[in-house]
C-alpha cells in the first residue's frame, strides 16, 4: 500500500494546530503561475477563484475575511514582461511589484494584485481578478522550466508583500501553477527543496495552510508541503472541490483515509483477485462511497467499481496499479494506491530434435529463460523409449547414456523460476541403426553410369535396392530417403542397374556406388 498523501517530506518538530473556525474570520492568499504555459488553463483557474472567493464570503461572518491576489511571472534576461506597458500593471504601486534579478539567465516578477486589507474584500478582489488575462494585463511569459512560486510563497510569508496574515483567524495560502518551482534560476534543485523545507515550517509555525492546485501538485516537493501543513493537493483546478476542502479544514473536519490494502505479488496461473477497500475509515464520520481505478497495466475488468471489496478478472502477466478513492459524510476525499504483479512465467528450452547413430548424446536446456525474474530449477524426465539414463536430471545440460540402436526417444524439461511457475518442452531423440540401410560408399565425380540426357542422375549399382529405399553416407552419416522433401528416389528401368534420382535438388554433387 502507498500514497502520496501518506509519503510526506519530513519536519522535525512538526505540531499542526487546527485552525478557528471559518466564521470567526479569514486570510486567504491566492498565488497564480502567470506564465506563458498557464494559457490554456488560464481562465479556468480565475473561474475556481472566483468560485472559492465566494464560498469564503458566504462562510465568513461580516466583517471577517480578507482576500489577497499575487501573480508570479519569469523571463529571460534582456527581455520585457509582456504587461511591462499595460495599464492594469502601470497603475500599481511600485511596491506592490518585486522583480528579482540576481538570476542566472532569468529574471523573475511578483506582483500584488490585491492585499490584505480592508475586510470582506471580495469586490476588489474579484475586480483585480478580472483585469488579468486581458489586454489591460495580459498573459507573461515565462522562461520553459520551473516557475518562481516559491519566490512568491516567501514574499507572502516572510515580507509582508501583501500585508501580514492575521492571528486568530484561519488562514490558507492557495497555489495555482503546473511546475515545479525554481527559485530564482529556473531550475529545482536541492538547495529549492532546502527552501520548500524551510517555508514549509513557516506555514507550520504561522498556522498557514497550504493547497496546491494543477498539474504542479503532480510533483511531490508541492504535495510535501500541502500535506505537512494540513492543506491539499488537487491535479484539476476544481474550485468547488477545493471551497469544500477549505472549509473543512478550517471547521477542523477530518478527511476520510483510504486503504486500498497491501500490494500482491501473484502466480501466472492466478488470473482474478480481490480489491479491498473495507479498511478505509473517517475520524469525525463515516465513508460513503468508495471508487476503484485502474491506473496502469493491460486493460482489465474491475467488476463493481463502487464497492468497497471488489474482484478484477482477466489479469495476465505483468505489473498493474489501481487506485482507490473514498468520500466521506462531509464531502472530504483521500486515495491510496495498491500495485499488483502478476509473474510472467518462464519459457523451457529444450532445443532442436536429434538424429544421432551413437549410444550417448547430450540434452540442453540453458537457453531457457524468464522475462521478469530467473530460473531455479531445472528437471529432465524420460517420456518414451527404453533404456536411456539421464546422468544429471536437475542440470540444464546433462548427458544421456543406454540408448539403444533404431529406437526414439522423447525428453521432457520442466523448468520453475523464482516465482514457482512452470513450463515445460520436449525434445525427439532419434537412434538411427545404419545394419538397416544398404551399404554405400561415396566417390565424388566418378559416376559408374552416367544419362546424358538427365546430368542430375546417380546411378546405384545393386541387385538389392528398390525404389525408394533409404541410402545410408557411411563418410558423411547422412540418410537419404526416398520419400523425403529433400530427395526424390525414382527406379530407373534398367535390368542390371538401379538409378536414383535427385533432380529436386538441382545437380547431384556426389555418385553412390554400392560394393
Same mark, same amino acid.
Given at each position: 500500500?502507498?500514497?502520496?498523501?501518506?509519503?510526506?517530506?519530513?519536519?522535525?518538530?512538526?505540531?499542526?494546530?487546527?485552525?478557528?473556525?471559518?466564521?470567526?474570520?479569514?486570510?486567504?492568499?491566492?498565488?497564480?503561475?502567470?506564465?506563458?504555459?498557464?494559457?490554456?488553463?488560464?481562465?479556468?483557474?480565475?473561474?475556481?477563484?472566483?468560485?472559492?472567493?465566494?464560498?469564503?464570503?458566504?462562510?465568513?461572518?461580516?466583517?471577517?475575511?480578507?482576500? !489577497?491576489?499575487?501573480?508570479?511571472?519569469?523571463?529571460?534576461?534582456?527581455?520585457?514582461?509582456?504587461?511591462?506597458?499595460?495599464?492594469?500593471?502601470?497603475?500599481?504601486?511600485?511596491?506592490?511589484?518585486?522583480?528579482?534579478?540576481?538570476?542566472?539567465?532569468?529574471?523573475?516578477?511578483?506582483?500584488?494584485?490585491?492585499?490584505?486589507?480592508?475586510?470582506?474584500?471580495?469586490?476588489?478582489?474579484?475586480?483585480?481578478?478580472?483585469?488579468?488575462?486581458?489586454?489591460?494585463?495580459?498573459?507573461?511569459?515565462?522562461?520553459?522550466?520551473?516557475?518562481?512560486?516559491?519566490?512568491?510563497?516567501?514574499?507572502?510569508?516572510?515580507?509582508?508583500?501583501?500585508?501580514?496574515?492575521?492571528?486568530?483567524?484561519?488562514?490558507?495560502?492557495?497555489?495555482?501553477?503546473?511546475?515545479?518551482?525554481?527559485?530564482?534560476?529556473?531550475?529545482?534543485?536541492?538547495?529549492?527543496?532546502?527552501?520548500?523545507?524551510?517555508?514549509?515550517?513557516?506555514?507550520?509555525?504561522?498556522?498557514?495552510?497550504?493547497?496546491?492546485?494543477?498539474?504542479?501538485?503532480?510533483?511531490?516537493?508541492?504535495?510535501?508541503?500541502?500535506?505537512?501543513?494540513?492543506?491539499?493537493?488537487?491535479?484539476?483546478?476544481?474550485?468547488?472541490?477545493?471551497?469544500?476542502?477549505?472549509?473543512?479544514?478550517?471547521?477542523?473536519?477530518?478527511?476520510?483515509?483510504?486503504?486500498?490494502?497491501?500490494?500482491?505479488?501473484?502466480?501466472?496461473?492466478?488470473? !482474478?483477485?480481490?480489491?479491498?477497500?473495507?479498511?478505509?475509515?473517517?475520524?469525525?464520520?463515516?465513508?460513503?462511497?468508495?471508487?476503484?481505478?485502474?491506473?496502469?497495466?493491460?486493460?482489465?475488468?474491475?467488476?463493481?467499481?463502487?464497492?468497497?471489496?471488489?474482484?478484477?478478472?482477466?489479469?495476465?502477466?505483468?505489473?498493474?496499479?489501481?487506485?482507490?478513492?473514498?468520500?466521506?459524510?462531509?464531502?472530504?476525499?483521500?486515495?491510496?494506491?495498491?500495485?499488483?504483479?502478476?509473474?510472467?512465467?518462464?519459457?523451457?528450452?529444450?532445443?532442436?530434435?536429434?538424429?544421432?547413430?551413437?549410444?550417448?548424446?547430450?540434452?540442453?536446456? !540453458?537457453?531457457?529463460?524468464?522475462?521478469?525474474?530467473?530460473?531455479?530449477?531445472?528437471?529432465?524426465?524420460?517420456?518414451?523409449?527404453?533404456?536411456?539414463?539421464?546422468?544429471?536430471?536437475?542440470?540444464?545440460?546433462?548427458?544421456?547414456?543406454?540408448?539403444?540402436?533404431?529406437?526414439?526417444?522423447?525428453?521432457?524439461?520442466?523448468?520453475?523460476?523464482?516465482?514457482?511457475?512452470?513450463?515445460?518442452?520436449?525434445?525427439?531423440?532419434?537412434?538411427?541403426?545404419?545394419?538397416?540401410?544398404?551399404?554405400?560408399?561415396?566417390?565424388?565425380?566418378?559416376?559408374?553410369?552416367?544419362?546424358?540426357?538427365?546430368?542430375?542422375?546417380?546411378?546405384?549399382?545393386?541387385?538389392?535396392?528398390?525404389?525408394?529405399?533409404?541410402?545410408?553416407?557411411?563418410?558423411?552419416?547422412?540418410?537419404?530417403?526416398?520419400?523425403?522433401?529433400?530427395?526424390?528416389?525414382?527406379?530407373?528401368?534398367?535390368?542390371?542397374?538401379?538409378?536414383?534420382?535427385?533432380?529436386?535438388?538441382?545437380?547431384?554433387?556426389?555418385?553412390?556406388?554400392?560394393?
Amino acid at each position: 500500500m502507498w500514497s502520496f498523501r501518506k509519503e510526506i517530506h519530513k519536519i522535525s518538530n512538526i505540531t499542526i494546530i487546527p485552525n478557528p473556525p471559518c466564521d470567526l474570520g479569514m486570510d486567504v492568499a491566492f498565488l497564480v503561475d502567470y506564465t506563458g504555459s498557464m494559457g490554456p488553463v488560464i481562465e479556468e483557474v480565475k473561474s475556481s477563484i472566483a468560485n472559492i472567493a465566494n464560498t469564503i464570503e458566504l462562510q465568513s461572518n461580516p466583517n471577517s475575511y480578507r482576500l !489577497s491576489l499575487v501573480i508570479s511571472d519569469e523571463i529571460y534576461k534582456g527581455d520585457s514582461v509582456t504587461y511591462n506597458t499595460s495599464s492594469g500593471y502601470t497603475s500599481l504601486p511600485a511596491i506592490q511589484k518585486n522583480v528579482v534579478t540576481s538570476g542566472p539567465s532569468t529574471n523573475q516578477y511578483n506582483t500584488a494584485m490585491e492585499l490584505f486589507g480592508v475586510l470582506d474584500n471580495e469586490i476588489s478582489f474579484t475586480a483585480a481578478l478580472n483585469t488579468i488575462n486581458t489586454g489591460g494585463f495580459p498573459l507573461g511569459s515565462g522562461a520553459g522550466g520551473p516557475e518562481p512560486l516559491d519566490i512568491a510563497l516567501d514574499l507572502v510569508l516572510n515580507s509582508n508583500f501583501v500585508n501580514s496574515f492575521r492571528i486568530n483567524v484561519a488562514k490558507y495560502i492557495l497555489i495555482f501553477t503546473d511546475n515545479l518551482p525554481g527559485g530564482n534560476d529556473d531550475n529545482f534543485s536541492a538547495a529549492d527543496q532546502v527552501k520548500i523545507n524551510l517555508l514549509t515550517q513557516n506555514c507550520i509555525d504561522n498556522f498557514v495552510k497550504v493547497v496546491v492546485l494543477g498539474q504542479g501538485a503532480s510533483h511531490a516537493v508541492w504535495q510535501g508541503i500541502a500535506t505537512a501543513t494540513g492543506g491539499s493537493w488537487n491535479l484539476t483546478y476544481d474550485g468547488t472541490v477545493i471551497s469544500t476542502q477549505i472549509v473543512a479544514g478550517c471547521e477542523d473536519l477530518d478527511p476520510p483515509i483510504a486503504s486500498a490494502g497491501p500490494d500482491q505479488s501473484i502466480s501466472s496461473a492466478t488470473t !482474478s483477485i480481490t480489491l479491498d477497500g473495507s479498511n478505509s475509515f473517517d475520524l469525525d464520520g463515516t465513508v460513503v462511497s468508495y471508487l476503484w481505478e485502474q491506473i496502469s497495466g493491460a486493460t482489465v475488468t474491475i467488476n463493481n467499481i463502487n464497492s468497497a471489496v471488489t474482484s478484477v478478472t482477466g489479469l495476465q502477466g505483468g505489473d498493474y496499479v489501481f487506485r482507490l478513492t473514498v468520500t466521506d459524510n462531509d464531502g472530504l476525499t483521500d486515495t491510496d494506491f495498491i500495485a499488483i504483479s502478476v509473474n510472467q512465467p518462464p519459457i523451457a528450452d529444450a532445443n532442436i530434435d536429434q538424429n544421432i547413430t551413437t549410444l550417448t548424446t547430450t540434452l540442453d536446456g !540453458s537457453n531457457s529463460t524468464d522475462s521478469d525474474g530467473s530460473i531455479v530449477s531445472y528437471t529432465w524426465t524420460l517420456i518414451s523409449g527404453s533404456g536411456a539414463t539421464i546422468t544429471t536430471p536437475n542440470n540444464a545440460t546433462t548427458t544421456v547414456t543406454g540408448l539403444v540402436l533404431g529406437n526414439t526417444y522423447e525428453f521432457q524439461l520442466t523448468v520453475t523460476d523464482n516465482d514457482g511457475d512452470s513450463d515445460t518442452d520436449t525434445v525427439i531423440i532419434n537412434v538411427i541403426d545404419t545394419s538397416a540401410f544398404i551399404a554405400a560408399k561415396l566417390f565424388p565425380g566418378e559416376p559408374c553410369n552416367s544419362n546424358s540426357n538427365s546430368p542430375s542422375i546417380v546411378i546405384v549399382q545393386s541387385a538389392n535396392l528398390q525404389n525408394g529405399d533409404v541410402i545410408f553416407d557411411s563418410n558423411t552419416g547422412l540418410a537419404w530417403n526416398g520419400g523425403g522433401v529433400n530427395h526424390l528416389f525414382v527406379e530407373q528401368p534398367t535390368s542390371t542397374q538401379k538409378t536414383v534420382d535427385i533432380s529436386t535438388t538441382g545437380v547431384a554433387s556426389n555418385v553412390v556406388t554400392c560394393p
